[in-house]
């Protein structure tokens, strides 16, 4: 039925989501459903919102979500988890985040929102669940629930793990309220190259790619110092770069380590039958590290996460569980979308 509302023509509907009504659907988002065409977008997230495991972490962070808020009901969980996973799978700040909800149909009908009903949270509520994420520390809950999650479809873990770092940018620049950088970033260099910001330390199963943990530091910590924290403890086989050479003096772990020969001594191998099998060998140990790349590839290029948004490391380190427990999934969605 189409009726009229402040000299706005809308059509009025029921649609169900998660137990909510929305009563009402603008004519954008009538031509919206009336298209045939999907798109890439509408695509990847048909496909995440089947394979996330939703009810979980709706009961995760229910506890603590407020019931409802001053002067008007809170808007639903459901809807703002969603909001708060397409904010990582697309990089946007609070008020990016907004705009696309108001800009972007599928997205909007992804959440459970309609510009009819007029109830589209603005970037202070998506501010204020991401504070509440942080605060509860439970970004370190769902990646834990996540992992427990893949276990049991037995996705998750073999007995080998691969660790390693990468170098997250941190904005260097003064022009803020402080007038200086953020005193948790530090500068290091790699190469030739000079880099501020953070490090993002991952342990990877070495069968599927997948991360099952995570910690963080300044730039300029060197990545042994975390390598500890990195082991799940019930591997017999720890592959690392060249870098690690010494870890298994600093850990307790009695499994095999097997950490790259560094680059001028591998350039030195000759032809001879030892170095032959030595170079076998180095490329063996490379083809199972590369998994470990994967899950970097998967934040850095698919996700879009190039630089620290957020000053502080609580904050960027509760970031980074949700983006790699959400890579997890993303890295086997088809897998899961098989098993059903």
């Known amino acids: 039925m189409i009726i009229e509302r402040n000299g706005v023509l809308m059509v009025q509907s029921v649609l169900g989501f998660q137990g909510d009504v929305m009563s009402q659907l603008s004519f954008s988002d009538v031509e919206y459903g009336a298209k045939r065409k999907k798109t890439k977008r509408e695509i990847f997230l048909a496909e995440m919102e089947s394979v996330v495991p939703w009810d979980s972490m709706i009961k995760l962070i229910e506890p603590v979500y407020p019931r409802s808020a001053v002067g008007r009901p809170a808007y639903a969980l459901p809807s703002m988890l969603r909001v708060y996973c397409m904010q990582q799978w697309y990089g946007l700040s ?12 599928s997205m909007r009908r992804f959440a459970g929102f309609s510009l009819g009903s007029g109830s589209i949270p603005d ?10 994420l942080e605060a509860n520390k439970l970004t370190e809950h769902v990646f834990a629930l996540i992992n427990q999650y893949l276990l049991s479809k037995g996705l998750c873990l073999s007995k080998g793990t691969i660790v390693d770092a990468t170098i997250i940018q941190a904005p260097s620049s003064t022009k803020n309220a402080s007038g200086s950088r953020d005193p948790e ?3 290091t260099k790699k190469g030739n190259n000079w880099h501020f910001g953070m490090k993002a ?9 997948l991360v099952h943990s995570l910690q963080t530091t300044s ?4 990545d042994l110092n975390a390598v500890e924290e990195l082991l799940t403890g019930e591997e017999n086989a720890i592959f690392a770069a060249a870098g690690y050479r010494g870890a298994e003096r600093r850990t307790q772990s009695q499994a095999a380590w097997h950490i790259a020969m560094r680059p001028g001594k591998r350039r030195a191998l000759t032809d001879s039958a030892k170095d032959r099998i030595t170079e076998q060998l180095e490329t063996l140990k490379a083809r199972v590290r590369a998994k470990v790349e994967h899950p970097f590839r998967v934040i850095k290029i698919q996700f879009g996460f190039i630089k620290a948004r957020y000053r502080g490391m609580a904050k960027n380190r509760a970031q980074l569980h949700m983006l790699f427990a959400l890579a997890n999934l993303y890295m086997v969605r088809r897998r899961l979308m098989a098993m059903g």
């Open 185 to 187: 970033m530090h500068q």
């Open 219 to 222: 730039a300029n910590v060197h």
């Open 123 to 132: 970037e202070t509520t998506i501010l204020n669940f991401r504070h509440l």
């Open 94 to 105: 609070d008020p990016s985040m907004e705009e696309a909800l108001y800009e972007i149909a």
């Open 201 to 209: 330390h991952i342990g990877v199963d070495a069968e599927t790619g």
